[in-house]
């Protein structure tokens, strides 16, 4: 009994050197050992990798360690989560029941294979080791389980949407763990303008009012660290017609067959109609076709363009001339004159 009590003395004036030990270095700001490690834990050694460990639903993770087979045998390598011993192993195994058949462990290395994950693994694992001599070792390492991305959408009202009269959005949506959403268009990241907002969380874009630029397709790129999907969706933005042009030759040999072109940026495409010198014509598609020049051909030419749902229309008008490649029709007229007064005489 005496014995028992010198020993218990003896410890106890340990520990007082200890803390009067911790806090003279606590005064001075020296950097403390923890007193763990007078008890026999190694602190100093990282036996797990840094930063958090990522894994799908019904998917596998390993927790590797730093460790290298020793030549003795570890004593014992146990895990725990949550508190809780879910595998240790001396001379035998022991798991937990809710760990049966999906759980390995390599005990000469002390990593750990989890499989058939569920979100409810989740969480910080802890590996603690006794060696056959040195100090015991001990790591942490947090597991965080995604559930795959799957069924994404764009969602985004079906009115018909006119240029600077109209505003919209578009809300992504998906199942699974949302990490990140990335909004595009036409390929390229869409940025916040004066148009354009995003809600807090980047599920919705705001467009108001709309413009012709934001016409396209727009793409939502949802994620997290196990998996991505992208989905695409096609906005119609009403406008035009804007940038009305005519193009052909602005003059050409009398008897020539002539082309004039008419175009404008419009969605939907525009409709066009023909006027010369002030006349309605018959020819109401983009082309305007002079299969003979003549002298009534010539002079200027309309096309105007409209959109039949923005119902707004433009014109633009072209001069179109006779050239002296051939002879011109005053210089004919001149020639047939002066035949007909030498016949006369």
Known sequence: MSCCVSVISKITIILLHIETIERFLQHHNVILISSLGYLGMCVGEVILPPGPLSGAVAGTVTFTTSLRPPESPFLSVSWSFRGVNIITSTSANLTEPGYANRISLNRATGSLELRNLVLEDSGE??????????????????????????????????????????????????????????????????????????SIDNRTVFIQPVHSSNHGTYQCQVSNPVSTMTVAHNLTVNFGPHNILITGPSAAPPGQKVTLQCAAASIPPATFSWMLNGNKTYVNNSLYIIERLEEENTGNYTCTARNMVTLQENSTVWNLRASCAAPCWSLLMLVISTMSLRWLM
């Open 125 to 198: 694992y802890t590996i603690t080791i006794i060696p056959d001599g040195g100090l015991q070792k001990q790591g942490k390492r947090t597991l965080t389980v995604y559930a795959l991305i799957t069924g994404a959408t764009i969602r985004s009202p079906s009115a018909v949407l006119i240029e600077e009269k109209s505003s919209t959005n578009l809300t992504c949506e998906a199942s699974g763990s949302i990490s990140t959403r990335v909004w595009m268009k036409d390929g390229r990241p869409l940025r916040p303008s004066d148009r354009v907002s995003f």
